[in-house]
T-cell receptor, first 113, second 110 residues
Framework: SQTIHQWPATLVQPVGSPLSLECTVEGTSNPNLYWYRQAAGRGLQLLFYSVGIGQISSEVPQNLSASRPQDRQFILSSKKLLLSDSGFYLC????????????FGSGTQLSVL | RKEVEQDPGPFNVPEGATVAFNCTYSNSASQSFFWYRQDCRKEPKLLMSVYSSGNEDGRFTAQLNRASQYISLLIRDSKLSDSATYLCVLRDTGRRALTFGSGTRLQVQP
């Protein structure tokens, strides 16, 4: 079965500091991968998705970037964090058949202070 | 208009009650529909897909009304463990990413 490993679980960072969140995938090859953010009491906002190595699509203009250096690795980064970057970040993936059923990592709670 | 709209709730119901949530969507080209469940500060988990003819999984029944562009989730005989946020999710034709509603919070009380 497909598994997404995401770390760290919680992160507290000062404004202006860099960010790197990583997720890795097991149990499937060539997945579509996604980064979502969930603000407190809100729904999931799609930030980036990737259909393959080096292929990144951005859904919203923002302070963040994403990279996919390997088939099963997806990284979310920022050079300088803003207060508004605080939230619950989720890495997710779908299988090749694009059924739309997502499997999620356990999430990273980021607090920017 | 938002792509997916849900009543945020909370819906406070006693154990054993029947409760229903609706979710409306704006894009008539939406192709696939799902209900996900999310516990506080946890990742969402797929509850069930929603099929045009309606489908049932134990105490849960999902329905799709394409003409009115909404989907529904009915929970019978609510349990305390059903307390969670229920997310309406859809996939549009030609889009690879899923679109999530902001969720409806359910609190089942003893």
């Amino acid at each position: 079965s497909q598994t997404i490993h995401q770390w760290p679980a919680t992160l507290v960072q000062p404004v202006g500091s860099p960010l790197s969140l990583e997720c890795t995938v097991e149990g499937t090859s060539n997945p579509n991968l996604y980064w979502y953010r969930q603000a407190a009491g809100r729904g999931l906002q799609l930030l980036f998705y990737s259909v393959g190595i080096g292929q990144i699509s951005s859904e919203v203009p923002q302070n963040l970037s994403a990279s996919r250096p390997q088939d099963r690795q997806f990284i979310l980064s920022s050079k300088k964090l803003l207060l508004s970057d605080s939230g619950f970040y989720l890495c997710a993936g779908t299988r090749e058949d694009l059924t739309g059923k997502l499997f999620f990592g356990s999430g990273t709670q980021l607090s920017v202070l | 208009r938002k792509e997916v709209e849900q009543d945020p709730g909370p819906f406070n119901v006693p154990e054993g009650a029947t409760v229903a949530f609706n979710c409306t969507y704006s894009n008539s080209a939406s192709q696939s529909f799902f209900w996900y469940r999310q516990d506080c500060r946890k990742e969402p988990k797929l509850l069930m897909s929603v099929y045009s003819s309606g489908n049932e999984d134990g105490r849960f029944t999902a329905q799709l009304n394409r003409a009115s562009q909404y989907i529904s989730l009915l929970i019978r005989d609510s349990k305390l463990s059903d307390s969670a946020t229920y997310l309406c999710v859809l996939r549009d034709t030609g889009r690879r990413a899923l679109t999530f509603g902001s969720g409806t919070r359910l609190q089942v009380q003893p």
